[in-house]
Nanobody
Framework: QVQLVESGGGSVQAGGSLRLSCAASGSTFIMRYMGWFRQAPGKEREGVASVDSDGMTTYADSVKGRFTISKDNAKNTLYLQMNSLKPEDTAMYYC???????????????????RGQGTQVTVSP
């Protein structure tokens, strides 16, 4: 099992930037496939971005061109650089990890069995 701890959330104005981090410990070999998810109040959790063991990335249409996912294997840390933030990006952001995730499930919650507790991102108009 891998433990995931997110950080880097906060409050910013629209157009601003934040970088989220997700530090992993424990069975870090599970970190071959990783993703970021978010959940806004009253809405279902949605996939934001994923990265696989070869570095291939997948993004939700709503964040393409604004968010960048990356992974530092030496530090066992996943990142999400968020630029040009919008009020609709306001949500709790979670990272997730799995040993293998089929391509169809890269942005699906049920593709991952290891998840963190989340970090809050609030974007004001």
């Amino acid at each position: 099992q891998v433990q995931l701890v997110e950080s880097g959330g906060g409050s910013v104005q629209a157009g601003g930037s934040l970088r989220l981090s997700c530090a992993a410990s424990g069975s870090t070999f599970i970190m071959r496939y990783m993703g970021w998810f978010r959940q806004a109040p009253g809405k279902e959790r949605e996939g934001v971005a994923s990265v696989d063991s070869d570095g291939m990335t997948t993004y939700a249409d709503s964040v393409k061109g604004r968010f960048t996912i990356s992974k530092d294997n030496a530090k066992n840390t996943l990142y999400l650089q968020m630029n040009s933030l919008k009020p609709e990006d306001t949500a709790m952001y979670y990272c997730a990890a799995e040993f293998f995730v089929t391509r169809a499930l890269r942005l699906a919650q049920n593709g991952y069995s290891n998840r963190g507790q989340g970090t809050q991102v609030t974007v004001s108009p």
